[in-house]
């Protein structure tokens, strides 16, 4: 589970940095074949590994050592709803959030990741960057630090599309404008 889930994540950051399409392509690839391959499809959410330990299917939303890998990959399904316009990620995005909801809340500070992901379900932004991966409008939106942001690579027309839950704003066309806009975060207001 977790070689699914940090190669998906390593393909989707190169996706968004480089624009290359096979990047991204090879993410949803690859998550199509955690999901069929280890996807819990009686209770929901991913099983460790397709082999059973002892008789028995471990599935865990704990971070220890480091981040679940179900919690990594309820963000890496929601970068890939909005990247393939799959419906289906985020439909099994809410499924993972909802069957670890009782457990993260037992476990608290262990489940962090989790929190993190039911914060992305709800504060994600996604950029759609019609410009040129090296165009100075795509600098910009790359450099923006923010953990729930998704960049998507459309054709290039000079523009940036934000877009906050169902709610997309005016096309930006500075880079400094988009500099402002993503500081102020006035989206998350709307």
């Not at 985020?90 to 990741?113: C, M, P, T, V």
Request: proline residues 4%; aromatic residues 12%; negative net charge.
């Amino acid at each position: 589970m977790d070689d699914y889930a940090y190669l998906v994540e390593a393909l989707i950051s190169a996706y968004e940095l480089t624009g290359n399409i096979l990047h991204m392509q090879k993410a949803d690839e690859l998550m199509g074949l955690c999901i069929k391959n280890l996807w819990d499809p009686d209770e929901g959410g991913f099983i460790d590994t397709d082999d059973q330990l002892l008789g028995m299917k471990i599935k865990g939303v704990e971070d220890i050592p480091h981040p679940s890998a179900n919690s990594l990959c309820i963000i890496l399904m929601l970068k890939l709803s909005f990247m393939t316009k799959k419906e289906e990620y985020l439909k099994y995005a809410e499924k993972s959030l909802q069957i670890f909801s009782s457990r993260a809340k037992n476990i608290g500070i262990h489940a962090g990741y989790y929190f993190c992901a039911l914060d992305a379900y709800f504060n994600s932004l996604k950029l759609t960057l019609n410009a040129s991966p090296s165009a100075k409008l795509a600098e910009t939106a790359v450099s923006f630090i923010s953990p729930y942001t998704t960049i998507v690579y459309g054709k290039d027309k000079g523009c940036v599309v934000p877009c906050f839950g169902n709610t997309c704003f005016e096309p930006v066309t500075d880079s400094g404008a988009l500099r402002d806009f993503l500081k102020k975060k006035e989206y998350i207001k709307s």
